[in-house]
């Protein structure tokens, strides 16, 4: 946990965040990053991030209550974009052009 919030957050998560917000003109908060959050998430005691090798074991047990265990407990989803598909619909033709030997 510490190495992913020394490293992965900082290096590869947050900045991609950051650039995505930028160049769309978003303004976008980070709260469980907000320091009285972030010194509260660590202090807490292991069985309570982690359970049954499920993490933020804590933070889940408080959404069930008001929130969909649907929305809980769906699949990661990442930062991808569908460029396979713009690249064989809408952008073809422009791919096609610009990567053209004339």
């Given at each position: 946990?510490?190495?992913?919030?020394?490293?992965?957050?900082?290096d590869?998560?947050?900045?991609?965040?950051?650039?995505?917000?930028?160049?769309?003109?978003?303004?976008?908060?980070?709260?469980?990053?907000?320091?009285?959050?972030?010194?509260?998430?660590?202090?807490?005691?292991?069985?309570?991030?982690?359970?049954?090798?499920?993490g933020?074991?804590a933070?889940?047990?408080?959404l069930?209550?008001?929130?969909?265990?649907?929305?809980?407990?769906?699949?990661?989803?990442?930062?991808?974009?569908?460029?396979d598909?713009?690249?064989?619909?809408?952008?073809?033709?422009w791919?096609?052009?610009?990567?053209?030997?004339?």
């Amino acid at each position: 946990m510490l190495m992913d919030t020394l490293n992965f957050m900082v290096d590869d998560v947050l900045v991609k965040v950051d650039r995505a917000s930028m160049a769309s003109s978003l303004e976008i908060r980070t709260p469980f990053l907000y320091p009285v959050v972030f010194v509260s998430a660590w202090q807490l005691p292991l069985d309570m991030r982690v359970r049954n090798s499920e993490g933020k074991w804590a933070l889940r047990q408080s959404l069930y209550r008001d929130v969909l265990r649907e929305l809980i407990e769906r699949p990661k989803m990442g930062f991808a974009i569908p460029l396979d598909d713009w690249l064989r619909g809408p952008l073809r033709e422009w791919a096609e052009d610009l990567l053209s030997v004339h």
